[in-house]
């Protein structure tokens, strides 16, 4: 094949990336390489600011009541009222929460910070579904594929970056400086949508004063009425990733202290870690994309719990620096696998004009099985750092058993 034809052929094959998809992706560039920066660090800064794992936990409890509270208004902002308004205005407003972080005296003033900031994830829902009416249904795999990848591709580097600088200042001044590039990219990624970002609903209502008003007074029965919706693999689906979001706060909030406290690693190494675990995921998320639109969304979400479980065990057992590496490999396997194979099957199920509100009902009802899960592993925590995990693996056996029984793939995707 010559080079021509091979230019050619990737062209082709990358050809609906493009108007709203190619400006979202741009502007993840900046927002996922400094959370990126963040997320090995983040619980260390918490309790470096005098925040205890019990603490820590109920930190995370309130950001996801916050979120959960703001999903369903911000589902009915995007069906009714439109999708760009919200994501523009409220990238503004999540930049600025994070002068609260820089600033911090102590744990309170970053928990004013994440308040502020799940405030201003009402966007999310729009976010959600802007991005799937703008990926072709035959290309679902490949288009989350490519959200999943290409903005990860400058987060290789960041947890290097962000560890150099705790290891070198110290975890408060070095994750300081971290959040001061948070706020500096977050304000790109915002003119970024201001700018190129188009409006995809038809015939939007114009957004007045006291739509979140009406917004929030019709939250309960939008649950209700989206529920009503679902066709019954759907709601197999969302039973399932309920389980399997009760899971996620206690890797995201304590696999760094337990880095730190169990295993003996430093903040470069730890930094280093997340690397591999990134550039795994980067490595493999194209062609893991194609696998999902060729096995199917079930089998991919399936064949991403096999490596979750084993090697959630091996992160556990892990007592250096090589055996945390295989543990993270085989989780950037499993991500690259599930978060396609996840989305592809929300956007075959889910009709575009009900997207906005039926994709918020599902993340809202996942967030909100968070609340208590994030308090709860800050418990576990304190009284054996291996607990959370244990719990972890017993859920993730749950999801799968839900998966392999209830859920089958659509043989009509939705458009």
């Known amino acids: 094949m010559s080079v021509l034809s091979l230019l050619t052929k990737i062209r082709a094959e990358f050809s609906f990336m493009r108007g709203n998809l190619l400006t979202l992706i741009v502007s993840w560039l900046f927002v996922f390489f400094t959370f990126s920066m963040i997320s090995p660090f983040e619980s260390p800064f918490f309790r470096e600011l005098g925040?205890?794992?019990?603490?820590?936990?109920?930190?995370?409890?309130?950001?996801s009541l916050v979120l959960?509270?703001?999903?369903?208004?911000?589902?009915?902002?995007?069906?009714?009222?439109?999708?760009?308004?919200?994501?523009?205005?409220?990238?503004f407003v999540i930049a600025f929460s994070f002068l609260f972080h820089i600033f911090a005296p102590d744990w309170r003033f970053v928990l004013i910070g994440m308040v502020l900031s799940n405030l201003s994830l009402i966007y999310q829902p729009a976010l959600d579904a802007i991005l799937a009416d703008s990926v072709p249904a035959e290309k679902r795999g490949m288009g989350y594929a490519a959200v999943n990848v290409i903005p990860n591709i400058p987060t290789i580097v960041a947890p290097v970056i962000s560890g150099y600088l705790v290891a070198t200042d110290g975890i408060v001044p070095g994750m300081r400086m971290v959040y001061t590039v948070v706020f500096l990219c977050m304000l790109a990624a915002a003119f970024i949508r201001?700018?190129?970002?188009?409006?995809?609903?038809?015939?939007?209502?114009?957004?007045?004063?006291?739509?979140?008003?009406?917004?929030?007074?019709?939250?309960?029965?939008?649950?209700?009425?989206?529920?009503?919706?679902?066709?019954?693999?759907?709601?197999?689906?969302?039973?399932?990733?309920?389980?399997?979001?009760?899971?996620?706060?206690?890797?995201?909030?304590?696999?760094?202290?337990y880095a730190f406290d169990v295993i003996g690693i430093d903040g470069v190494e730890w930094g280093i870690v997340n690397t591999v675990w990134v550039a795994t995921t980067l490595i493999l998320g194209f062609p893991l994309g194609k696998v999902v639109d060729k096995i199917g969304r079930k089998r991919s979400i399936l064949a991403a719990y096999s490596m979750f479980i084993p090697s959630t065990f091996l992160f556990i057992s892990a007592r250096s620096l090589p055996q945390l590496f295989i543990a993270?490999?085989?989780?950037?396997?499993?991500?690259?696998?599930?978060?396609?194979?996840?989305?592809?099957?929300?956007?075959?199920?889910?009709?575009?004009?009900?997207?906005?509100?039926?994709?918020?009902?599902?993340?809202?009802?996942?967030?909100?099985?968070?609340?208590?899960?994030?308090?709860?592993?800050?418990?576990?925590?304190?009284?054996?750092?291996?607990?959370?995990?244990i719990l972890t693996m017993s859920l993730g056996v749950t999801v799968s058993m839900i998966i392999f029984f209830a859920v089958k793939d659509p043989k009509i995707k939705e458009s």
Not at 51 to 63: F, T
Not at 68 to 91: F, K, S
Not at 334 to 354: F, R, S
């Open 51 to 63: 925040a205890p794992p019990e603490i820590i936990g109920l930190m995370g409890s309130v950001g």
């Open 68 to 91: 959960g509270l703001v999903r369903i208004p911000g589902a009915v902002i995007a069906d009714r009222y439109g999708r760009r308004q919200i994501i523009v205005m409220m990238t």
């Open 194 to 257: 201001l700018f190129f970002l188009r409006e995809t609903l038809q015939n939007p209502q114009r957004m007045e004063l006291g739509a979140l008003k009406v917004a929030f007074s019709h939250s309960f029965s939008a649950i209700r009425e989206a529920w009503k919706d679902m066709p019954r693999t759907l709601r197999f689906v969302t039973v399932a990733f309920l389980v399997s979001a009760f899971e996620e706060p206690m890797f995201r909030m304590f696999t760094s202290l």
């Open 328 to 389: 993270y490999l085989m989780f950037g396997v499993g991500g690259g696998l599930i978060m396609p194979a996840y989305n592809a099957l929300l956007a075959d199920l889910i009709p575009k004009e009900k997207r906005g509100r039926i994709m918020g009902t599902i993340v809202t009802m996942n967030i909100l099985a968070t609340v208590p899960a994030s308090a709860f592993g800050g418990f576990l925590y304190g009284a054996s750092p291996v607990y959370p995990f």
